[in-house]
């Protein structure tokens, strides 16, 4: 029987969702957890790897129960075993062929940015890029030049051998955080490149910097090539909101 | 020179505010920043004590500048060498007979609570108490059995000798947090006794599972027992908001 998950966690101690041959990741502690309850060796698939440092309010997984474990609470389960930075928020049953990667319509991040250049609460310092200031009028002109399908070489980082950098970005909006000092960047899109939207807010704060014009940024897009963009941002800021299918 | 500083801070890592034999706490690592900047023991008083564990965004306390050191950018100086979950939110000269204690007229604590049964989101875990689903309407006419002036005995824990167990409650709200299931509750009072606060949490959260009636709430308080009042609140949901002068 099939499984889907959704997972959130706070990725700081982690480094990222996919298992790795060094240190603590996600998708390890969740695959350790199903082996306490079942004593049997679950695989457990992500809809996307999230980098080290990011978090997840709605990252989605799935996984066929072994035979004989189909009525465990899993939720309730997995819960009672996995540490506490990571829990299982819904868990329902799904479709045999529901595939948490491939059936992924559309995904959605946002990134928490701290633009007060004033003081700074500690207390955030985990999920927030600290920038200080930012001009959040050029920063909205820049995220519409975004907006649409475009080829987004200039935005992926290397180490995935990835044919078709073509994505769709549907959607960048601009809200107030948990504090009013926070500016909350959500980006919905069709899928996304390695460190992707990490790129776009890299791109997003020059802007509001005002170190790059609009039509630099449509330059950037048109010259797939990765070195003219901005520094990737980092990690701690960028949340996996939720996946769609 | 005087001068009053404003700190936030991350109480997860420390054993409270105050100078201990063992364990880290906020005074020490204030007091050996000062050591850093200016080579000279310099005693920070600050407005009160909090719990291990319990967090600030507006604690209030003042020190004497050591000769020579009046012109130091203070609170620039002390970000560059405080630990990360500890920062100056601002630094003011103050009149010289300011006391961040002494001379504190009000002071605002908020509470979170997070009250959904159905998921926890563990991003949040320092910073709230998770305990599922509360009935409002309850608490609030609790907290209306609260507000004035009482002997708050029955809400005050060992190990202090204080005379005047007499405290003002001025007002006690309810706010949702940085996410729907939060509830925040703000208590401001002339004072609070030892773990005042978090005693007047656990009776609310009592109040909010229908196991403490208004009238209960009013007999504990007319008790002067501490032992008829329930548990004290888990310190990790309580934050120091502001201190009034």
Known sequence: ????????????????????????????????????????????????????????????????????????PWQRALNSVLPHNIRIVDCREAARDFHARFCALTKEYFYTLWISSAFFYPQRRNFVWNTGHLEIQPMKEAAG?????????????????????????????FQTGS??????????????????????????VQAGRNRLSPSDISSILQSRDRTLAPATAPARGLCLARVEY
């Open 145 to 173: 030049r975004l907006l649409g399908t475009h080829d987004f070489t200039s935005f992926m980082n290397k180490g995935t051998q990835i044919k078709d950098t073509t994505r769709t970005i549907l959607d960048i909006s």
């Open 1 to 72: 029987m099939r499984f889907m998950l959704i997972l959130a966690y706070d990725g700081t101690a982690y480094q990222g969702w996919q298992i790795q041959d060094k240190g603590l990741t996600i998708q390890a502690e969740v695959e350790k957890a199903m082996f306490r309850i079942c004593c049997k060796h679950v695989r457990i698939h992500g809809a996307g790897r999230t980098d080290a440092g990011v978090h997840a309010l709605g990252q989605v997984a799935h996984f066929d129960s072994p035979q004989g474990f189909e009525h465990i």
């Open 179 to 204: 504090f009013p000092q926070e500016l909350v960047l959500s980006i919905r899109a069709s899928g996304f490149l390695k460190q992707m939207a990490r790129n776009i807010v890299g791109v997003l």
